[in-house]
T-cell receptor, first 113, second 109 residues
Framework: SAVISQKPSRDICQRGTSLTIQCQVD?????MFWYRQQPGQSLTLIAT?????????ESGFVIDKFPISRPNLTFSTLTVSNMSPEDSSIYLC??????????FGPGTRLTVL | SQQGEEDPQALSIQEGENATMNCSYK?????LQWYRQNSGRGLVHLIL?????REKHSGRLRVTLDTSKKSSSLLITASRAADTASYFC?????????FGQGTRLTINP
């Protein structure tokens, strides 16, 4: 299994600012995924991040709002830009292991005031 | 769509009883995964069942998959208070998991 850590675990931010969330995996993985979970809702895939290429965004998510970096096979960042209260959510990164099992980090709980 | 849809949305049972949650989806899948989430924390992977498997067990968990009906079920036997959580199914197609809305399970002492 993969062990995933995220920083920060939670944050409270002012509207109009940006927050960068870090995701670190204990093993090299090809694909990393970023999800958003709005209050009381299910998980929605934001984008898939492959090392060495541009992230692939899902419908409704754009790079200007959620820029992603994937500098190596164990690390990725997601930035939530120009935040508004509607961005208040839990943001989770995940990776797919060798047996196709997808593992999730503990999440970053973001509150935008 | 590939998205899983869980049923029921909420389930409340007494400790010691069995809990069954169902999941339906609409497209072909490679596998289907079940997760547990406690109070908005990270997701814990419970079990993965592949499209060529019909049933799988893990401890008190039993998962079935019927690809002809595009449905899956998760059975938790001898429930405990610690099983109180939200449970999500996530069918996996060619590239990604897509989560349903989940079942909120409450185990009453």
């Amino acid at each position: 299994s993969a062990v995933i850590s995220q920083k920060p675990s939670r944050d409270i931010c002012q509207r109009g600012t940006s927050l960068t969330i870090q995701c670190q995996v204990d093993s090299q993985v090809t694909m990393m995924f970023w999800y958003r979970q709005q209050p009381g809702q299910s998980l929605t895939l934001i984008a898939t991040a492959n090392q060495g290429s541009e992230a692939t965004y899902e419908s409704g998510f754009v790079i200007d709002k959620f820029p992603i970096s994937r500098p190596n096979l164990t690390f990725s960042t997601l930035t939530v830009s120009n935040m508004s209260p509607e961005d208040s959510s839990i943001y989770l990164c995940s990776v797919e292991g060798e047996t196709d099992t997808q593992y999730f980090g503990p999440g970053t709980r973001l509150t935008v005031l | 769509s590939q998205q899983g849809e869980e049923d029921p949305q909420a389930l409340s049972i007494q400790e010691g009883e069995n809990a069954t949650m169902n999941c339906s989806y609409k497209t072909s899948i490679n596998n289907l995964q079940w997760y547990r989430q406690n109070s908005g924390r990270g997701l814990v992977h419970l079990i993965l069942i592949r499209s060529n498997e019909r049933e799988k067990h893990s401890g008190r968990l039993r998962v079935t998959l019927d690809t002809s009906k595009k449905s899956s079920s998760l059975l938790i036997t001898a429930s405990r208070a610690a099983d109180t959580a939200s449970y999500f199914c996530a069918p996996r197609g060619a590239q990604k998991l897509v989560f349903g809305q989940g079942t909120r399970l409450t185990i009453n002492p």
